[in-house]
C-alpha cells in the first residue's frame, strides 16, 4: 500500500472512531468532555480527560495525542477506559489523568496555517489542566504519547519542552530526518505537510521542528533530568515510518537517554495502537517507581 493510502486510511479510521459512540468500561474510571482556553490560539482546546477512580495523592498526567485526520474522542472510543481500569488495578499500578486534546492537522507545532498548537499543548494545556485538576504538576510526573501524527507531536514536546515533560511514547511515529529540499519527498507525502511545515513545504521549518537534533542538547535544556522514550512500530507499516522509529531509537541511546524499542508484527493499524496502550501505560508506572526509588 503507498504512503498516500495508509495516511487516508489511517484518516478514515480515526474519523470513524471519532463519530461512534463513547465506549464505557465496566471499570471505574470515567470520560469527561472539556474545553481549555488557550491564550496562543486565541480559542478553546478541545479534550476527552480519563480520571481513574483512585490515586494516591496528587496524579501525575499523560497526554495522549491523536493521529493525522483524528480528533479528541479517538482514544476515548479505542478503549482507553477499559484498558486503564485494567492496568491501574494491577499491582503497583501508578493512576494518571489521561488528557486528549484535539488539535485538528496542525502536527502539534506553531504554523501560520493552523495557529499556535505547539505552544497551546506544551504550556496553555498543562497550565489549565493542573490548575482544574490535582494533578502532581511536577515535570517528574507528567508525560506525552501519541500515534503516528501524534507520535511526532509527542517526541517533538518532550525533545523542544523538555523542561515540560519526564518522558514520551510515540507508536507508529511519523518522523523524519532533516531534508535538504521538499523534492525527498514524493507529491502527496508533501500535501500532508504542507501548512504546519510552511505552504508550500518548506525544508528549513521542517528541520527546525526535527526530533532528532534536540537529542544531543536534551540533558542541558532539562536541567540535567533525565527524558526517557518508548517507541513501538509495525515491521509491515505503510508509510515505511519503521526506519524513522529506528534511526530515532539509536539516536536516543547515542545521545545516553534511556530508550526501549518494541516492534511488532502488523501495519499502521489501530490494533496495534490499542494493543500497546497498556504497555506504556505500565511503562510509565515503572519510570515513576524508579525515580521514587532514586530520591529515597
Known amino acids: 500500500m503507498s504512503l498516500a493510502g495508509a495516511l487516508t486510511r489511517t484518516a478514515v479510521v480515526a474519523l470513524a472512531l471519532a463519530g461512534a459512540t463513547d465506549v464505557r468500561g465496566a471499570g471505574a474510571g470515567t470520560l469527561e468532555t472539556r474545553s481549555f482556553a488557550s491564550p496562543a490560539?486565541?480559542?478553546d482546546i478541545p479534550a476527552v480527560v480519563y480520571r481513574p477512580d483512585r490515586a494516591d495523592g496528587p496524579l501525575g498526567v499523560l497526554y495522549l495525542l491523536h493521529g493525522?485526520?483524528?480528533?479528541e474522542r479517538d482514544w476515548g472510543n479505542a478503549g482507553v477506559v477499559e484498558t486503564a481500569d485494567a492496568v491501574f488495578a494491577e499491582p503497583d499500578a501508578v493512576p494518571l489523568l489521561i488528557v486528549m486534546p484535539g488539535v485538528g492537522n496542525s502536527w502539534y507545532?506553531?504554523?501560520a496555517r493552523y495557529g499556535n498548537w505547539g505552544r497551546?499543548?506544551?504550556e496553555d494545556l498543562v497550565a489549565a489542566v493542573d490548575a482544574a485538576y490535582p494533578t502532581d504538576g511536577r515535570r517528574a510526573r507528567r508525560f506525552v504519547?501519541?500515534?503516528s501524527m501524534?507520535?511526532?507531536g509527542a517526541l517533538h514536546l518532550a525533545t523542544h519542552r523538555p523542561d515540560?515533560?519526564?518522558?514520551?511514547a510515540a507508536l507508529s511515529?511519523?518522523?523524519f530526518e532533516d531534508v535538504r529540499s521538499a523534492g525527498q519527498f514524493p507529491d502527496f507525502q508533501i500535501e500532508f505537510f504542507a501548512g504546519a511545515f510552511g505552504s508550500p513545504l518548506d525544508p528549513a521549518a521542517f528541520n527546525a521542528r526535527n526530533v532528532f537534533a534536540p537529542l544531543v542538547s536534551l540533558g542541558r535544556r532539562s536541567g540535567g533530568t533525565p527524558t526517557d522514550f518508548y517507541l513501538m512500530t509495525g515491521d509491515h507499516d505503510s508509510f515505511g515510518l519503521w526506519h524513522g522509529t529506528l534511526q530515532f531509537f539509536k539516536a536516543a541511546r547515542r545521545a545516553g537517554h534511556g530508550a526501549e524499542l518494541r516492534v511488532r508484527d502488523g501495519d499502521h493499524e489501530w490494533r496495534l495502537w490499542r494493543e500497546e496502550l497498556a504497555p506504556v501505560l505500565r511503562w510509565i508506572g515503572a519510570v515513576i517507581r524508579a525515580d521514587r526509588s532514586a530520591a529515597q
Open 41 to 43: 490560539l486565541g480559542a
Open 68 to 71: 493525522y485526520g483524528g480528533g
Open 109 to 111: 507545532v506553531d504554523s
Open 120 to 122: 497551546a499543548v506544551g
Open 145 to 147: 504519547a501519541g500515534l
Open 150 to 152: 501524534g507520535g511526532y
Open 164 to 168: 515540560r515533560f519526564r518522558a514520551a
Open 173 to 175: 511515529p511519523a518522523i
